[in-house]
């Protein structure tokens, strides 16, 4: 079956770009998750949802950053006026239920020049 | 310091090897203890997960946790090439979506044909 799904799966940005990461969680899962993962580094929370709703968004970084699940099943983590710290690998988690494992997706490598 | 500290490695052994892995960390807080798998270019797949203190083992591999010293363990038996990966520990205080995921920041481990 499909997993959790990730566009673009690279992106390089100018800094002071805009850009917009897709996740496609697995049908149904209920939790969505956003990660950053740096060069050599475990992820790092950055935000949560559960449905539609955003639960968690302690983990991100500035206001910078914006994440949205508006119908419950696809989000978007948006970053704008990008700068080379955000340079990483953007990875989304989904889960079925609120007690289960966190299935990841392939991640987004960001790199902003 | 880092509420969870890995060595980041590399680590190299030969096919066949019995591989150790480990973690410490610092938050008594943390009750499930989990080991993730992540290749190059991929995102984290859950290995194993145990609760509290003990051991669980699932094939090849056994998890141990010692929360009196702060300790997790992962021990790879019969090691493969495929086995070639880094390894990353993971803790939360709940097993909820609430309850964050703390991450080490992952050992690299290959394993020589």
């Known amino acids: 079956g499909a997993g959790v799904s990730q566009s673009p799966r690279y992106k390089v940005a100018k800094r002071g770009q805009d850009v917009a990461l897709r996740c496609d969680p697995i049908?149904?899962?209920?939790?969505l998750f956003w990660y950053q993962q740096a060069l050599g580094q475990g992820p790092e929370f950055l935000t949560y949802?559960?449905?539609?709703?955003?639960?968690?968004k302690s983990g991100l970084p500035s206001d910078r950053f914006f994440a949205e699940r508006p119908e419950g099943s696809v989000s978007t983590l948006k970053i704008q006026r990008t700068q080379q710290e955000d340079s990483a690998v953007y990875l989304c988690?989904?889960?079925?239920?609120?007690?289960?494992?966190?299935?990841f997706g392939p991640g987004t490598r960001l790199l902003v020049l | 310091q880092k509420e969870v500290e890995q060595d980041p490695g590399p680590l190299s052994v030969p096919e066949g090897a019995i591989v150790s892995l480990n973690c410490t960390y610092s938050n008594s807080a943390f009750q499930y203890f989990m080991w993730y798998r992540q290749y190059s270019r991929k995102g984290p797949e859950l290995l194993m997960y145990?609760?509290?203190?003990g051991n669980k083992e699932d094939g090849r591999f056994t998890a141990q946790v010692d929360k009196s010293s702060k300790y997790i363990s992962l021990f790879i038996r019969d090691s493969q090439p495929s086995d070639s990966a880094t390894y990353l520990c993971?803790?939360?205080?709940?097993?909820?979506?609430?309850?964050?995921?703390?991450f080490g920041s992952g050992t690299r481990l290959s394993i020589r044909p």
């Open positions: 145990t609760y509290s203190s």
């Open positions: 993971a803790m939360s205080p709940g097993y909820s979506s609430a309850s964050k995921i703390i």
């Open positions: 049908s149904g899962h209920v939790s």
């Open positions: 949802f559960q449905n539609e709703a955003q639960l968690d």
């Open positions: 988690a989904s889960t079925r239920t609120s007690q289960e494992t966190q299935y």
